[in-house]
Structure formats: C-alpha cells, structure tokens
C-alpha cells in the first residue's frame, strides 16, 4: 500500500517538475531571444553588450540557452541554477533599488523585483530535485557508460 502511494506521489512530483520546466524554459527562451536574435520587439545582442558590456553575452546565452535545456530536460539543474544567478544579478544591479513591485501603475521610476523572485522560487524545486522523469537528459546513455551517478545528476 505505502508503494503506490509513493509511486503516485511521484508521478505527481514528475509531472509538476515538467509543467516547472516548460512555463519557466518557455518565458526564459523568450527573454533570451530579444536579448540574442531582437525577437519580439528585443534589442538584439549588439544592443545588449552595448548596454551591459561583455556581461551580456553571459545573460544573453544563460536565459536562451538556459530556458532550452529547462524545456527538453537536459542540463536542467545546471540551466535552473543559471538563471537563479541572472535572475539574482538584475535584482542586485538593477531592479532592487525600485522596491518590491513591478511598475504596474506606472508611478515609479523603474520595475521592481517581484517576477525574478518569483522565477527564482519556480526554479529553486528544478535545483533541489532535477528534471523529473520527463526529460532528455534522462535518456541518455552517458551516465552508465561513465558509471557515475553524479554524471547523471549533472546532465539531468
């Protein structure tokens, strides 16, 4: 009886990383396309460097590429921990001094940090525990040819 309690409990934790995976993979390779191809109304990444310096690239690279690997499930501790640290960087060099709110009235001076904590706080269950059983990198032969069982929590 406690077995398929725990396998149902685990398919629901499956489940729950998927859905995780795919909204925040999806938002994050939005951003990343303004910042790296001017999708969507998106500066571009000649703009971007301009406007944050070689730093850019890193953002630039981290969200799109980041929100990829979150989408099909490869690398996916990897890619959450990197948008964690992008999403901790804006707060710390931009959006911390405008406060807690987003700038929906339009009465402030710039955009708060509530949407990177709250991606931050979406991410953080990817980072405890991996992709779940929906993803890519959980099909890959690579951690039993190394026989490691790190290798495979790196790749998840």
């Known amino acids: 009886m406690a077995s398929e309690a725990t396998s149902r409990d685990r398919s629901a934790v499956d489940w729950t990383l998927l859905v995780a995976r795919a909204v925040v993979g999806v938002i994050f390779m939005a951003h990343g ?3 790296l191809f001017g999708a969507f109304g998106g500066p571009g990444l000649s703009a971007v ?10 953002v630039t690279v981290g969200e799109f590429f980041g929100g990829l690997g979150l989408v099909f499930g490869f690398l996916s ?5 990197s ?15 405008f406060g807690f709110f987003m700038n ?3 009465n402030q001076a710039g955009e708060g940090f509530e949407y990177h904590l709250l991606a931050i706080a979406a991410l953080l269950p990817i ?21 490691k069982e790190t290798l495979a929590a790196v790749l998840e």
């Not at 460097?49 to 890193?58: A, D, R, S, T």
């Not at 948008?83 to 001094?97: C, D, E, N, Y």
């Not at 059983?133 to 690579?142: N, Q």
């Open 33 to 35: 396309a303004q910042k």
């Open 49 to 58: 460097v301009q406007m944050m310096g070689p730093l850019g690239y890193l």
């Open 77 to 81: 501790r990897f890619s959450a921990a």
């Open 83 to 97: 948008i964690i640290i992008i999403m901790l960087g804006a707060v710390a060099t931009v959006h911390g001094k």
């Open 104 to 106: 929906w009235a339009g």
């Open 127 to 147: 980072v405890i525990a991996g992709p779940g059983r929906f993803a890519v990198g959980r099909l890959l032969p690579l951690a039993e040819a190394a026989g």
